[in-house]
């Protein structure tokens, strides 16, 4: 259907996807340069941008330790105070650990309210004067789940974002897993948040991609004997291809740009997981080599769980 499937580059994993913007701001901020590292963000393009730039922030380990030194030298700017609020709720996450909730420790949970209290506080700040800051109030989406408020008020939250831009893709992402039943929500919800999305997004969005994650977290939920049958349906394998049809698949797209790699992983081990070996082909082909901690750091080591995905789907399709 889409041609054989090229030689792809030794895997390996690589927080900056390949984009020189987002590995010259990752670079400043590890060397505290952080003049430099603010004439990086404020080149973002649109709000999507700024947003994948800002989870390159919060994968830097250390910035609370010295992002005071930045806000007290630019007092009149907020941009450090979001910088310092946004690396907070990734620095919360860390404290929590990766694991369900009856894995993890008081003192593990103790920590993670604390930092997310923490970092809604700098997000606070940011919005008191500029209320239309849309990373501050998509940072607050995060929050929310990790910090379980109300329905009505988390819906709000995510509102707040899309009112100002309609097609934010972190916010709809972190929407999305605070409507998983893991958190606050239900499969029925998750799912009816996704296919809602990806119905009004355009051709080649990358909010299509929320449909592959629907499935992955429906089948993470499922026991290992249902869990492995989830993916033989029909249904599934026709939803996963017609979300990739309008997005990684669309003649148009071109797999490049800022967040692109883990949006289009999850559609890589989705098909994988469904056996719809020719369509995991073509999205392999397409990440060429790139591994990205999400979604395969969700089974184990990322470049392990990468390879063994990638040469199972290889092998298996030349056998079809």
Request: proline share 5%.
């Given at each position: 259907?889409?041609?054989?499937?090229?030689?792809?580059?030794?895997?390996?994993?690589?927080?900056?996807?390949?984009?020189?913007?987002?590995?010259?701001?990752?670079?400043?901020?590890?060397?505290?340069?952080?003049?430099?590292?603010?004439?990086?963000?404020?080149?973002?393009?649109?709000?999507?941008?700024?947003?994948?730039?800002?989870?390159?922030?919060?994968?830097?380990?250390?910035?609370?330790?010295?992002?005071?030194?930045?806000?007290?030298?630019?007092?009149?700017?907020?941009?450090?105070?979001?910088?310092?609020?946004?690396?907070?709720?990734?620095?919360?996450?860390?404290?929590?650990?990766?694991?369900?909730?009856?894995?993890?420790?008081?003192?593990?949970?103790?920590?993670?309210?604390?930092?997310?209290?923490?970092?809604?506080?700098?997000?606070?700040?940011?919005?008191?004067?500029?209320?239309?800051?849309?990373?501050?109030?998509?940072?607050?989406?995060?929050?929310?789940?990790?910090?379980?408020?109300?329905?009505?008020?988390?819906?709000?939250?995510?509102?707040?974002?899309?009112?100002?831009?309609?097609?934010?893709?972190?916010?709809?992402?972190?929407?999305?897993?605070?409507?998983?039943?893991?958190?606050?929500?239900?499969?029925?919800?998750?799912?009816?948040?996704?296919?809602?999305?990806?119905?009004?997004?355009?051709?080649?969005?990358?909010?299509?991609?929320?449909?592959?994650?629907?499935?992955?977290?429906?089948w993470e939920a499922t026991d290992i004997e249902d869990g492995n049958a989830y993916f033989d349906s029909?249904?599934?394998?026709?939803?996963?291809?017609?979300?990739?049809?309008?997005?990684?698949?669309?003649?148009?797209?071109?797999?490049?740009?800022?967040?692109?790699?883990?949006?289009?992983?999850?559609?890589?081990?989705?098909?994988?997981?469904?056996?719809?070996?020719?369509?995991?082909?073509?999205?392999?082909?397409?990440?060429?080599?790139?591994?990205?901690?999400?979604?395969?750091?969700?089974?184990?080591?990322?470049?392990?769980?990468?390879?063994?995905?990638?040469?199972?789907?290889?092998?298996?399709?030349?056998?079809?």
């Amino acid at each position: 259907m889409w041609g054989f499937m090229k030689r792809s580059k030794a895997p390996a994993l690589d927080p900056t996807y390949g984009d020189p913007h987002r590995k010259a701001l990752i670079r400043a901020l590890e060397k505290r340069r952080w003049k430099f590292a603010r004439e990086l963000l404020t080149m973002a393009a649109d709000p999507d941008e700024m947003a994948f730039l800002m989870e390159a922030v919060g994968g830097v380990d250390g910035i609370q330790d010295w992002i005071g030194e930045w806000i007290d030298a630019e007092p009149d700017s907020t941009l450090p105070v979001l910088v310092a609020g946004c690396h907070a709720v990734h620095w919360a996450w860390e404290a929590r650990g990766g694991k369900r909730a009856k894995y993890t420790t008081a003192e593990q949970f103790k920590g993670f309210h604390e930092r997310l209290h923490y970092a809604e506080s700098l997000l606070e700040k940011v919005l008191a004067r500029e209320p239309d800051n849309v990373t501050a109030r998509a940072w607050l989406v995060t929050s929310a789940r990790g910090l379980g408020v109300g329905a009505a008020e988390a819906r709000e939250r995510f509102e707040a974002v899309t009112r100002l831009h309609p097609g934010h893709v972190v916010a709809h992402e972190q929407r999305l897993q605070y409507l998983c039943a893991k958190w606050s929500g239900s499969h029925e919800e998750m799912f009816d948040f996704a296919r809602g999305a990806a119905a009004a997004a355009g051709p080649y969005s990358l909010l299509h991609e929320l449909v592959a994650v629907a499935h992955f977290e429906r089948w993470e939920a499922t026991d290992i004997e249902d869990g492995n049958a989830y993916f033989d349906s029909d249904e599934v394998r026709a939803e996963l291809l017609a979300a990739a049809e309008s997005s990684i698949f669309h003649p148009d797209y071109v797999p490049a740009g800022p967040g692109w790699a883990p949006r289009l992983a999850i559609f890589a081990l989705t098909f994988e997981l469904a056996e719809e070996f020719d369509a995991a082909a073509h999205a392999f082909a397409l990440l060429d080599g790139m591994v990205t901690e999400w979604p395969w750091q969700v089974l184990g080591d990322p470049v392990e769980k990468f390879t063994a995905s990638r040469d199972w789907v290889a092998t298996n399709r030349g056998a079809a």
